[in-house]
């Protein structure tokens, strides 16, 4: 189960955090220096001080999250994420095409991240039971809430046929996970890719027109094949600006 969900086409806080993701950070070294600096403030106690400091951790922060400041930040978040995928969809530069006058453009992953990291982070912070967690805890809790949200709207399978809305009348229908736009060194891992994002009419669209949309998704990833490792970092440059 992941934080976050798709419900009737929109991306949603599911209510609370699933424990999987909290169980691989204090695998890592940083979660493991975290619990550790908890645990020693913690007094004997029998099955061990780190095992108690890491189920106090993961209790403190689920808590903090189902609090309703904590879901109202997480949805908040979701929705600004969905939001910075549609503000990217006018950036100079992306791969774009016309149906109908209607747009259609490409939107990496890690462009997306880059921009929303920025203000999810902001918005959580607005949230009292995050702020005051240590610095280390807000990291983890932040950069997996970025992943979640993108995590859960792949996992839907947008499409032509299942769209999933972005806002200011964009939805997304497809996405890509492998297409190489950065570095990962740039990046950091899992970002590759992008976002197949158009800009939905009022009316529901005819089944010429979803064909027609296909085709065009078809030819934007055909041509992506043209482009030299240089110039696809340069256009996510220019889109950054």
Do not use: N
Not at 138 to 165: G, H, K, M, W, Y
Not at 173 to 193: L, M
Request: include cysteine.
């Amino acid at each position: 189960m992941s934080w976050f969900k798709v419900r009737d086409g929109r991306i949603a806080f599911s209510g609370t955090l699933t424990k999987d993701p909290y169980g691989a950070w204090i695998a890592t070294a940083e979660g493991a220096k975290a619990i550790d600096a908890v645990a020693k403030g913690i007094g004997f106690r029998l099955f061990g001080r780190k095992r108690a400091a890491r189920s106090r951790v993961w209790r403190e922060l689920a808590a903090a999250a189902s609090s309703d400041d904590g879901r109202g930040a997480l949805q908040a978040a979701a929705e600004l994420y969905v939001r910075t995928i549609s503000s990217l969809a006018y950036a100079q530069g992306l791969p774009r095409t016309t149906i109908e006058l209607r747009r259609l453009v490409l939107v990496p992953r890690a462009l997306v991240a880059g921009r929303a990291r920025t203000a999810v982070t902001a918005r959580l912070m607005e949230c009292r039971a995050f702020a005051e967690r240590p610095l280390a805890e807000r990291e983890f809790l932040f950069e997996t809430a970025l992943t979640q949200i993108d995590a859960a709207i792949r996992a839907a399978r947008p499409s032509v046929q299942r769209p999933i809305r972005a806002a200011d009348g964009w939805v997304c229908v497809g996405a890509d996970t492998r297409f190489a736009w950065v570095d990962q060194y740039w990046s950091g891992p899992g970002w590759s890719g992008h976002w197949f994002v158009y800009e939905l009419p009022r009316e529901p669209l005819s089944r010429t027109q979803r064909k027609a949309l296909d085709r065009a998704i078809e030819q934007l990833v055909a041509g992506l094949g043209t482009l030299s490792r240089e110039r696809r970092q340069a256009l996510v440059q220019l889109a950054a600006q």
